[in-house]
């Protein structure tokens, strides 16, 4: 293996951890170091992935996978060391990222009053009442998601649970540690996965020595990234558009209220290609890449064009679909945010533009687009100035979540 903290040309530097973002099509793997003010990425890669090695987001082949995940690593850390010498040390934690079809989050409220008002919320409280939220509610939740997904309640395990808000005696606050009052409403996030989904991280982490600083859904790191969607008036449905599936999340009153994702994305449009113009894989996703790009000559452009419009219509419906399966949402926020390897298709945006949707969903308006890129992610810098696609817009947003 190419990465090894005890081969590691430097030990001593800034405090670095590995945000890494494990997709069908590419890895991404940034080497960041907290600041005062954030996050700084010192070193970035993004390697394709083998194409028998993952599936729907999902890792196949682990062995393979933790490969290039550990030549990923090597590569960031001799960036970092080129651009900023011994000014970083090796990274000793690191913050994974997951998606896939499987993985669903879901968004509880909590109403109580607190029997001393006038003493002020600690964060031990507050872990009290998730605990509390998690014994009287997961069960349930487990049972509705697994329903939803065609599992067994048995297979899935809890991911990760986040205070989303919090409103004390009706006044909404970022953070309710420190604050005195006797209404509470939390709002609490959780997303659940197929604890084989787990497994193959925590392997992966094992056997590149790194302790997991946290497994985070990735809709949901992007959705928090983007300061404009966190104001208690803010509302979006961010689209993240993968090799392997479409993860989406929807914001409503600055509040994720749910994570999903359907098992249609950017490799459905390269294999139509693959097998519409006679190339190998690989070629199929180059010319797909150079179609977004505008690169191709006309008659080239033409073809691929007219085969990418026979699956775009089957994408915009797994859309809708999955939209109309979020509980709750009332009227459905009109600003679409788009990032992902998939984003740039030309088609994609004429899709989200041209599909009735005030016809099936509760939307007020016609839906709006925006382009996420990694400029957009409150609080990370990106150093090596190699993160410049809506791809790279998932693992910085991983980045911002480091505890």
């Excluded at 604050?179 to 787990?198: I, K, M, N």
């Excluded at 080239?300 to 007219?306: D, L, N, Q």
């Excluded at 969903?361 to 925006?370: S, W």
């Amino acid at each position: 293996m190419i990465f090894t903290r005890k081969k590691g040309k430097n030990t001593k530097g800034a405090t670095t951890f590995l945000a890494i973002d494990i997709g069908t099509e590419f890895l991404k793997v940034a080497l960041c170091s907290p600041t005062d003010d954030g996050i700084d990425v010192v070193g970035y890669v993004r390697l394709p992935q083998n194409q028998s090695s993952m599936y729907a987001a999902f890792i196949v082949d682990v062995e393979d996978v933790t490969e290039q995940i550990d030549k990923a690593i090597g590569e960031v850390i001799l960036q970092s060391q080129n651009l900023f010498g011994d000014s970083y040390g090796i990274p000793k934690e690191a913050i994974i990222g997951i998606a896939g079809e499987l993985v669903s989050g879901i968004s509880m409220v909590v109403n109580l009053e607190r029997d001393k008002p006038k003493v002020k919320i600690t964060g031990a409280e507050i872990e009290k009442i998730i605990e509390n939220v998690k014994k009287q509610t997961f069960d349930k939740a487990k049972e509705e998601i697994a329903e939803e997904l065609a599992v067994s309640p048995k297979q899935l395990v809890e991911i990760e649970t986040f205070l989303n808000s919090a409103y004390i005696d009706g006044t909404r606050v970022v953070d309710p540690i420190g604050y005195t009052g006797q209404e509470l409403s939390y709002r609490v996030f959780t997303t659940f996965a197929p604890g084989v989904h787990l497994d193959s991280l925590n392997q992966i982490s094992e056997k590149i020595n790194l302790k997991v600083n946290g497994i985070i859904v990735e809709p949901y790191a992007v959705a928090m990234s983007l300061r404009s969607l966190r104001s208690s008036d803010a509302g979006g449905i961010i689209i993240d558009i993968g090799g392997g599936t479409t993860d989406v999340a929807i914001i409503k009153s600055g509040d994720v209220i749910g994570t999903k994702m359907f098992a249609i994305g950017g490799r459905v449009f390269t294999k139509r290609i693959q097998n519409g113009m006679g190339y190998d894989y690989e070629t199929a996703e180059k010319a797909k890449l150079d179609y977004s790009d505008n690169r191709l000559k006309e008659q080239e452009r033409m073809e691929i064009k007219r085969l990418i419009e026979k699956d775009i219509g089957i994408w915009a419906e797994g859309l809708e679909i999955t939209l109309s399966d979020f509980q709750d949402v009332g009227e459905y926020p009109y600003n679409i945010y788009l990032c992902g390897g998939g984003a740039l298709l030309p088609e994609i945006q004429e899709a989200i533009i041209s599909y009735p949707w005030m016809k099936y969903l509760n939307f007020k308006k016609h839906p709006k687009v925006n382009f996420i890129f990694p400029n957009s992610v409150d609080g990370v810098t990106d150093r090596t100035k190699s993160a410049t696609l809506p791809i790279d817009v998932a693992v910085l947003s991983l980045a911002r979540m480091y505890k």
